[in-house]
């Protein structure tokens, strides 16, 4: 491809997925050009820094990254160590930048791509024209670029889902920003555990983000008199609420979901169930409360800890011609194996350049991104992705079409299943299901699975 045009190939984002393509674009003789919003790789994963994954190292680093890394001296961390998100960052990820050299642009946000001359509109010699690609700086100054294709790995992270259930901001949210967060609470940074000490912190959402911040919370209780969290669940609470326990194929995951299911038997936090939220208010002594749908209130809240999910930005996409699921906002031919009302992270198999390709010609959705709303997105999964994307630009169909990855089957690793309540036969099961979480996996953050959040652990974050 840009052996044809002398234009690279563009990437969206420096994290573990763009990070990944850009090493699979040099494997294949074509020049990667990876913008990065950040001051540095990762940016958001070291948002996160405090945070262990649920994977170990052998399932985070990507082949052909480190054949990348190899003539540097790198040498790969102990494969059965499970790395934080800080460990993540600066052992793999901001070497693995630092061998791409200056295919690596930071402090450069991207805030639109489209075809050159022609907007979303226009038909006339469409595919045969390049992208331009404008950036802004952070000293306010702009950048038109021009590229071969482009490859969109820019995550999730950015862009978490509102506290509204019916995925709008609820009212008052806005107002009462002050008082809301959207991450998982670094405790041991002075700052945000003072923040939570002693105080009742509504914590809403069902997945590892949630687990992490009630385990975190039940722990700051046993040592700050008052700390309490209130768990808000939008269903009801199943033997599947807490994930797949003893049963999970990823044991630190598994643990997580029973010291969220401990932070609730041992009073550190009371569930609130099929709670839907519509309003925020704050009260007269300057707390706060949340209402429902259905007008119930909570009781008097210092701190909100929103950790309902992730969203795609398509903003900057606008004049690109997508081809997107109305629901998921995934890839057209990708939503139907991820959509977690049908599908499990074990039946969702390994994908490439043929599921995320769009009516706009080379251009994809990768990582977090790629599964649009859906929770369960994998690292390898991911690496998978873009191996796939870079033989299909280079010409190699074949190797674009045939897939090299292998994922391990897991019981434990369900959907949403039913909205409203779980059929009896779920209701009564212990295992099976689980949090929305994947292995092996991201941690998704903010995300009620979730993580490029928790988890993924993207992401799920």
Request: include cysteine; glycine fraction near 10%; charged fraction near 20%.
């Amino acid at each position: 491809m840009t052996s044809d045009t002398g234009l690279p190939v563009l990437v969206i984002g420096a994290g573990p997925i763009g990070l990944a393509a850009a090493a699979h674009l040099l494997e294949r003789g074509l020049e990667p050009l990876v913008l990065e919003a950040g001051p540095t790789a990762a940016t958001a994963v070291r948002s996160w820094s405090h945070v262990r994954l649920f994977s170990p190292w052998a399932e985070v680093v990507d082949p052909a990254a480190e054949q990348l890394l190899a003539p540097t001296g790198w040498t790969r961390p102990d494969p059965t160590a499970y790395p934080t998100g800080g460990d993540w960052a600066a052992h793999y990820l901001q070497p693995l930048a630092d061998a791409l050299g200056d295919r690596v642009r930071y402090d450069t946000r991207v805030t639109g791509v489209a075809r050159a001359g022609r907007d979303r509109i226009v038909d006339a010699d469409r595919d045969q024209q390049p992208f331009t690609v404008h950036t802004v700086h952070t000293d306010g100054s702009e950048q038109r670029l021009l590229v071969a294709a482009v490859i969109d790995a820019s995550g999730t992270f950015s862009t978490p889902n509102p506290l509204g259930a019916d995925g709008l901001p609820a009212l008052g949210e806005r107002a009462c920003a002050d008082r809301v967060s959207y991450r998982v609470p670094d405790l041991k940074d002075p700052a945000v555990r003072a923040r939570y000490a002693g105080r009742r912190t509504a914590v809403v959402g069902t997945g590892a983000s949630a687990f992490t911040a009630l385990a975190s919370l039940a722990e700051l209780a046993e040592q700050e008199a008052g700390t309490h969290a209130v768990w808000v669940l939008r269903r009801g609470i199943t033997g599947s609420t807490y994930g797949g326990g003893t049963a999970d194929q990823l044991p630190a995951r598994g643990a997580l979901g029973l010291a969220a299911k401990a932070a609730v038997d041992n009073g550190y936090a009371d569930a609130l169930t099929g709670f839907r939220t519509a309003t925020v208010e704050r009260n007269d002594d300057d707390t706060l409360a949340l209402v429902s749908e259905d007008g119930t209130r909570t009781d008097a809240l210092d701190e909100i800890i929103v950790l309902t999910g992730l969203r795609p930005d398509l903003s900057f996409l606008t004049e690109l011609r997508l081809g997107l699921d109305d629901r998921l906002q995934a890839p057209t031919a990708l939503a139907p194996l991820i959509d977690p009302n049908q599908h499990s992270c074990g039946t969702v198999y390994p994908h490439g350049a043929s599921e995320l390709s769009h009516p706009e010609k080379d251009v994809y959705l990768v990582g977090m991104k790629s599964y649009g709303r859906a929770p369960t997105f994998l690292a390898l999964t991911g690496y998978e992705q873009v191996r796939s994307i870079a033989a299909h630009l280079a010409g190699d169909l074949a190797a674009a079409a045939r897939v090299e990855l292998t994922l391990p089957e897991t019981g434990v690793c369900g959907g949403a299943g039913l909205y409203d309540r779980p059929t009896a036969a779920a209701a009564s099961s212990d295992a099976g299901c689980c949090s929305t979480s994947s292995a092996p996996q991201l941690l998704t953050l903010g995300a009620g699975a979730g993580s490029d959040a928790s988890c993924s652990t993207t992401g799920g974050c």
